[in-house]
């Protein structure tokens, strides 16, 4: 089935580092989209991309599609406090349309 | 503007009680809506997604069911909790046309505990 491998699975980065999570498949990939969920509450929508090596920016946070439409990433600059939670990509095949979850990026900073 | 409304917060139930929480959306017409569990530290599991009233997906067999009695109302259910039934419940709902690429928006969750 439909496979989609996000990573790493926990990060602890001291306030100011930069941070990185990636979603990754083996199959050609509609679009993606990216979700922080902070702790304790529920996912909000951060970005949808959807075209191939689209780069979106929102203030510190960079989102990047592959070339191939088979990797995402999501770059965060000088992490902040308020940074800290489990971000998700949503995904899937272009074949399915079908969009799953991958298993979340949980981000700890220190101050 | 859209808001979805999810209750209750928070839930205790003992072991075979039944369940009934409830999801409604407001300031739109046919939605797409679902149902998902997070268990503790864990990823988002899609139970069941709907696409119009009465008209019910189910993703993976559970001891659980989804109903949709009205347009923009979703009601997730048990007749008899299981201890592995505890978990975050989720609805969300997306534009349905073109829903692939529709992003989800999230209630606040409710937090079960089955004891």
């Known amino acids: 089935g439909q496979q989609v491998m996000q990573i790493p699975q926990y990060q602890h980065v001291q306030e100011g580092e930069d941070f990185t999570t990636y979603c990754n498949s083996s199959?050609?990939?509609?679009?993606i989209q990216w979700y922080k969920q902070r702790p304790g509450g529920h996912p909000v929508f951060l970005i949808q991309l959807v075209k191939s090596g689209e780069v979106k920016k929102q203030k510190r946070l960079t989102f990047q599609f592959g070339e191939a439409k088979k990797n995402s990433s999501l770059h965060i600059t000088a992490t902040q406090t308020t940074d800290v939670g489990t971000y998700f990509c949503r995904t899937g095949s272009s074949n399915t349309g079908k969009l799953i979850f991958g298993q979340g990026t949980t981000l700890q900073v220190k101050p | 503007s859209q808001t979805i409304h999810q209750w209750p917060a928070t839930l205790v139930q003992p072991v075979g009680s039944p369940l009934s929480l409830e999801c409604t959306v407001e300031g739109t017409s046919n939605p797409n809506l679902y149902w998902y569990r997070q268990a503790a530290g864990r990823g988002l599991q899609l139970l069941f997604y709907s696409v119009g009233i009465g008209q019910i997906s189910s993703e993976v067999p559970q001891n659980l069911s989804a109903s949709r009695p009205q347009d923009r109302q979703f009601i997730l259910s048990s007749k008899k909790l299981l201890l592995s039934d505890s978990g975050f419940y989720l609805c969300?709902?997306?534009?349905?046309?073109?829903?692939?690429?529709?992003?989800?928006?999230f209630g606040n969750g409710t937090r079960l505990t089955v004891t």
């Open positions: 969300a709902w997306s534009w349905t046309v073109s829903s692939y690429n529709s992003p989800l928006h």
């Open positions: 199959t050609t990939l509609s679009n």
